[in-house]
């Protein structure tokens, strides 16, 4: 095991490019699509499915020495193929090629939702009413999937995601909502319990959560009722100089009527937002299903067409739409029976492939904070301080 686990911490992935593609058993990587601080994702195609293209999400170098973490990242993929429905994203297949665990999915032309909302900001525009509920509407049927999926001997998984947030919400330039990252949800909680760190985005946990509390479905609807909040107002609901400040605005649960902010929103809006953030779990909806169900029929007020989300992403992006365009006809027209791909692993410990350039909505979802013995009480002798 010593031995294999070595073989691992020296070995590294060449991200190729469209021209020069490496071979990763059946893909072939066409470079790297995002860094994230536990896996890097590449985008990848395949032989025998020359006009698509893939995602292949791996684990960082520096992670890859932890068996724990393999576990876990293996038990993510196995979760994620179980998941499916038309408002998560497809996982195809978790596997392994030369030691490397991988997990294939499909890939997404467009940005994440906190991308979206920091760009209207900048612009000083607000996202349309009944887009917001359209995507938040979407995000409930991804979280209805996952809370009433069962496991091979039929018995509930009790599956709850943990990360409901606008970094872990995708929008395609061709109008679909995707849930990303259902499958590390549950096991990342186990391992980070282990080794005592507490990770998630804390704007966007429930109050339980953020205490350290244990979680059911009802969290993620907590989760999902701040993400709609802030669709709404074009503002993170809770804020703080501190994280102990953020935690303590989080756990209090003290929330303002979106319709405060914006005089568009309706009562009937503000008391379902008001029911989704209710501090008392009992009180909240209490399945992804209802919460959805009256989405719906604010929604049906609109005469709301799914297509209008496409038309505002590609409105509001035309230069990212038209970039990815040119990216992906660049991609997919090397023909692959021609190419001479070398092995996209490289267990030569040469240089370190160049770091991409971190991006706004990268950074602003950072947010790790320490659980240890007493945590709350040295938080709030540092305030006091």
């Known amino acids: ?193 282990e080794i005592g760190v507490l990770k998630g985005k804390l704007s966007y946990m429930s109050p339980e959560q953020a205490r350290g509390l244990p979680v059911d479905a009802r969290s993620d609807l907590f989760s999902a009722g701040i993400v709609l909040h802030e669709l709404l107002t074009g503002e993170k609901l809770f804020r703080g100089d501190s994280e102990f400040a953020l935690m303590e605005a989080v756990s209090t649960a003290a929330v303002q009527a979106p319709s405060r902010f914006n005089r568009r929103v309706s009562a009937e809006l503000d008391r379902i937002v008001g029911r989704a953030l209710e501090r008392d779990r009992s009180a909240r909806f209490q399945s992804a299903s209802d919460f959805a169900s009256e989405l719906g029929e604010l929604l049906a007020a609109y005469k709301f067409e799914p297509r209008e989300l496409r038309e505002f992403m590609r409105r509001l992006m035309r230069r990212e739409h038209d970039d990815e365009l040119a990216r992906v006809r660049e991609i997919t027209a090397v023909d692959l029976s021609s190419a001479g791909a070398q092995p996209a692993i490289d267990r030569g410990g040469g240089a370190s492939p160049p770091p991409i350039p971190e991006v706004e909505s990268v950074r602003e979802v950072t947010e790790t904070t320490k659980r240890e013995p007493g945590f709350w009480n040295k938080l709030r002798r540092k305030k006091k301080s």
Not at 63 to 92: K, N, Q, Y
Not at 107 to 124: H, M, P, V
Request: charge should be positive; glycine fraction near 10%; aromatic fraction near 8%.
């Open 1 to 193: 095991m010593t031995g294999d686990v070595g073989a691992k911490q020296t070995c590294r992935l060449r991200p190729g490019t469209a021209a020069a593609p490496t071979r990763f058993g059946e893909y072939f990587l066409v470079g790297l699509a995002a860094r994230g601080g536990m896996a890097e994702v590449y985008r990848a195609r395949r032989a025998d499915r020359p006009g698509e293209l893939f995602a292949v999400k791996v684990i960082r170098q520096t992670l890859s020495g932890d068996e724990r973490f393999v576990d876990m990242f293996r038990r993510e993929g196995r979760l994620a193929v179980m998941l499916g429905g038309p408002c998560i994203v497809s996982t195809f297949e978790a596997g392994e090629f030369e030691g490397v665990p991988f997990i294939a999915m499909e890939y997404l032309s467009g940005c994440d939702l906190n991308t979206l909302l920091r760009l209207c900001q900048r612009r000083d525009q607000r996202i349309p009413i009944p887009l917001a509920l359209h995507v938040v509407s979407c995000v409930l049927q991804g979280l209805d999937v996952a809370h009433n999926l069962r496991g091979a001997d039929g018995r509930p998984l009790n599956l709850v995601n943990r990360d409901v947030s606008p970094s872990n919400v995708r929008l395609t330039f061709e109008g679909a909502v995707k849930l990303l990252d259902f499958g590390i949800a549950r096991a990342l909680m186990k391992f980070t319990s």
